[in-house]
């Protein structure tokens, strides 16, 4: 993908993917068609058009800003996102993440530039230089398509959609959504009825509660986010049954429950909301929990992952023991594969990088599972939780605390070692004063530099919760005990990883996971009340 930046587009190239109506590259860039005055996602099923009477753009907001509007038939603003953003950690790769998590709506463009320490006009001008449209056009972008999803999958009222997806007023609701789709908003409520009727799609619900389809790019490694999500489940707050991931989260105007389960090809995304206007930045946090705009097959092929289409199995003489996990078991990495003659480590292709929902809540339990069992820590989070958490309505009683909460009451609940509730309430009152800021708009550099500052907090946390916070693909975890393990079994080494840039923590994964799957590790059995052990995964830090 070194021929899609930010920047600029390779014609040809986007034209070749056009052509082959490449899914891969939906949300990456935007086709532009002269002739009809609509813009698509390349994998749009419509007749492909000539060179001559097309554009490409980085962005849907830049191909409204040139007054194209969304094509209904393929629907471009409901394709994964770019996993640009998440890749580049320049200005306005930055700023696209905030402005999908809703600073804008919450706090204009003054909001948008104090927390990125640039002046409005920089941040405009940059992303008007790069994206094709500046943070208004933007954030417009994303109100059009929180606007539709509230349109057709609720049966809220338009004026209350209105204002729920973060318009001025209603008149600018109705113009947006005549410019971007062509159709009125009852036109196209009438419409997504039809096709409701038809049973295409989910049926509608209401009172702050819906079920959307959240798309991805093949493959997916369900196994491992399964897993992953199980086996770190804190009683209270979270549920893992029947194959579905429940949870609360703190949204910016409230708080909401999600249930998240993983179908054929998409996440099936139970929300519940106490105030529609978070609908946007919810979903774009479970995204960023899941790494669904992850590009797999662009990491799989720099990886020199096999794919799955093109393994041959062989006797793993010449790979170290990969181990006997069940040829079911979501850990199996299987034995040596063998690709045109070579041997590679056998890594599964898809796997993605979980995210985080919350930056004080992910800094907090990572602090509070250091040095014990992955079981031990739920064991402590949820005594937390249980204390402290503010109850809520829902398959799931309480929030996790906020970081006011821990900071003031913490060390009546927390249990172990002395220097770690002093560490652990330490960084909750940095993070309730505003001397540690936790946001996805951060540099990797800044925030580590931060979280290295705060008593007991070591490399391994540092680059643990920079990770997962800024969706960092390069993050080499290689003081962990568990992904020395897996570099052993796989044969790599540790200190020669330069070849795997940029996607060091897709490496970190695949490790952690080759390493479980030698232990022969299980995964968690569903259930609602308790927390399955797995083994330490975590290092003095």
Known sequence: MDWVTITALDFERCYRAVSTRDSRFDGQFFTAVRTTGIYCRPSCPAITPKPTNVTFLPTAAAAQQAGYRACRRCLPDAAPGSPLWNTRADLAARAMRLIGDGVIERGGVPALAATLGYSQRQVTRVLTTELGAGPLALARAHRAHTARLLIQTTNMPMSDIAFAAGFASIRQFNDTVREVFAVSPTTMRIEAQRVTRSGSHLVPATNGSLTLRLPFREPLDRGWLEWFLSAHVVPGMELWEERAYTRSLRTPHGHATT?????RDHVRAELSLHDMRDLAPTVARLRHLLDLDADPVGIDEALGVVPATDVVEASGRDLPDAGAAPADHPFNVGVATVRRGRARPPFTPGIRVPGALDGPELLLRTMIGQQISV???????????????????????????????????????????????????????????????????????????????????????????????????DVLLDTDLVVRQGATILGVDLTDTARWAPWRSYLSMHLWKAALAGRKATPPKATAMKAVATPKAKTRS
Request: charged residues 20%; hydrophobic residues 50%.
């Open 259 to 263: 249930r998240l389960s993983f179908q």
């Open 375 to 473: 079981s031990a820590a739920a064991t402590h989070a949820a005594r937390l939780v249980e204390a402290l958490g503010e109850p809520i309505d829902g398959p799931v009683a309480r929030l996790f605390p906020a970081p006011a909460a821990i900071a003031e009451r913490g060390a009546e609940v927390l249990t172990g070692p002395a220097r770690r509730i002093r560490s652990i309430i330490g960084a909750a009152s940095a993070l309730a004063s505003g001397d540690l800021v936790l946001h996805q708009g951060r540099t990797a550099t800044d925030l580590r530099r931060d979280l290295l500052a705060l008593e007991g907090v070591g490399p391994w946390t540092a680059d643990y919760v920079t990770m997962r916070l800024l969706a960092d693909p």
